[in-house]
T-cell receptor
Framework: LAKTTQPVSMDSYEGQEVNITCSHN???????ITWYQQFPSQGPRFIIQ???TKVTNEVASLFIPADRKSSTLSLPRVSLSDTAVYYC????????????FGAGTRLFVKA | SAVISQKPSRDICQRGTSLTIQCQVD?????MFWYRQQPGQSLTLIAT?????????ESGFVIDKFPISRPNLTFSTLTVSNMSPEDSSIYLC???????????FGQGTRLTVV
């Protein structure tokens, strides 16, 4: 499983766009990139998943360059309720299924 | 999607005793997993709960300490055996429905061993 590297923490203000970058230099051909969000006292929650280029849903966008060695989670116009830990995961596309978590990024959104 | 219920949500246990945590999914799922999360830390995978066969444990976790059952496609249990204060943690159950699909998580069981 490819190892991921993320910033330990980030600060932002309400209404700003937040971009969290994840490095995964050893990503394999079949690997997908998935991001989860975790609030205190809750289990992680799926945000977005992608393989290449750009993926957008109602919550976030995921940008993946052509070499796929990194990815950037973009949260538009964050609010205080977006304060959480964000995990970047890289998983095998064949078999396995198991989800391995890295250290994550603690995002603090200030008023 | 899948909704996961864990019981108990929290417990305080005496050292040397065992606690069984239940995980119920509201639909049939392919895979079920158990994680441990220390306060302020990331999640560590304990094992994959295999339906109808022995669980697959990650390095550092053994069946004698963390026996796991999965009698069907919607239910699993994790037992924390012969507990010590070092076992104090949050234990989370998760489920996946297939390859490259999202993982769904329960709310976790906060265990304190005294």
């Amino acid at each position: 499983l490819a190892k991921t590297t993320q910033p330990v923490s980030m600060d932002s203000y309400e209404g700003q766009e937040v971009n969290i970058t994840c490095s995964h230099n050893n990503i394999a051909t079949n690997d997908y990139i998935t991001w989860y969000q975790q609030f205190p006292s809750q289990g992680p929650r799926f945000i977005i998943q992608g393989y290449k280029t750009k993926v957008t849903n109602e919550v976030a966008s995921l940008f993946i360059p052509a070499d796929r060695k990194s990815s950037t989670l973009s949260l538009p116009r964050v609010s205080l309720s977006d304060t959480a830990v964000y995990y970047c995961l890289v998983g095998e596309g064949t078999g396995g299924f198991k989800t391995i978590f890295g250290a994550g990024t603690r995002l603090f959104v200030k008023a | 999607s899948a909704v996961i219920s864990q019981k108990p949500s929290r417990d305080i246990c005496q050292r040397g005793t065992s606690l069984t945590i239940q995980c119920q999914v509201d639909s049939q799922v392919t895979m079920m997993f158990w994680y441990r999360q220390q306060p302020g830390q990331s999640l560590t995978l304990i094992a994959t709960a295999n339906q109808g066969s022995e669980a697959t444990y990650e390095s550092g976790f053994v069946i004698d300490k963390f026996p796991i059952s999965r009698p069907n496609l919607t239910f699993s249990t994790l037992t924390v055996s012969n507990m010590s204060p070092e076992d104090s943690s949050i234990y989370l159950c998760s489920a996946e429905t297939g390859m490259n699909t999202e993982a769904f998580f329960g709310q976790g069981t906060r265990l304190t061993v005294v």
